[in-house]
Each structure stands twice: as C-alpha cells, then as structure tokens.
C-alpha cells in the first residue's frame, strides 16, 4: 500500500489536484492482441465527487516490444509504452469543465509482442 501512497503523491505535485478529487485508480493489463478502441475519458455531468473527469494521468507500468501506443486520433500523435513513462491530458476545455475537448479522443493499439 505505500507504493500507491507513493505514486498518490506525486500524481498530487505533478497535477496540482489533491487525491480527495480522484477517482478510483483503474489498471489495465494488455497482452498480445489486446487493444482499447477509439474513446474519450470525459464523464457526463457529475455533480459528486469527484466531480466531472477532467484530466487523465496514465502511468505506463512495464515495456512493450511491439505496439501498444496510446494514440490520439485528433492529433495524429502516438505515444509509445515505455515503464515509468507518465502522460497527462485534459479531457475538457479549461472554460468549462462539463465541454468534452474533443481532440483527446484515444486509443489503445494492438500489442503485437
């Protein structure tokens, strides 16, 4: 448990928002063939807390030989998995927190090994 302690804290210093507005930590174990298609992390209106998703911070916890990119459709990026290897993104305009920005749609490649 202290190593989620551990990696809480410092998702709080890199983020500047305090673990009370968190969701749950999901984690996803891809193998060979796995994916996740083309999505959005944005919630509907949430008036509890945590409140509405509005931003994304994604740990990478092992390597990945072949595939396994997180790519962003609408920006023609792809980050490649790499351990340690953090990304953060928003996933609403900073004018208002309930408005989807559309370009953080993304997705999870294959793993090919």
């Known amino acids: 448990m202290s190593e989620v302690q551990s990696v809480t804290k410092k998702i ?4 500047g928002i305090p673990k009370e507005n968190y969701e749950s ?3 996803l174990d ?4 796995q994916f996740y ?4 992390d944005s919630s509907v209106r949430d ?5 509405p998703r509005i931003m994304t911070f994604f740990l990478y916890l092992s ?8 790519a962003f459709t609408e920006l023609g990026l792809a980050v490649k998995p790499k ?15 309930e408005f989807w920005d559309r370009r953080m749609y993304h997705e999870a490649k294959d793993v090919i090994k």
Do not use: M
């Open 63 to 70: 390597d990945v030989e072949e595939g396994g990119e997180t």
């Open 30 to 33: 891809y193998n060979p063939d």
């Open 47 to 51: 008036v509890t807390p945590p409140g």
């Open 25 to 27: 930590f999901q984690i």
């Open 12 to 15: 709080v210093k890199v983020t």
């Open 83 to 97: 351990k340690g290897r953090a990304l953060v993104w928003p996933s609403v305009t900073d004018d208002d927190p």
């Open 37 to 40: 298609r083309r999505h959005h």
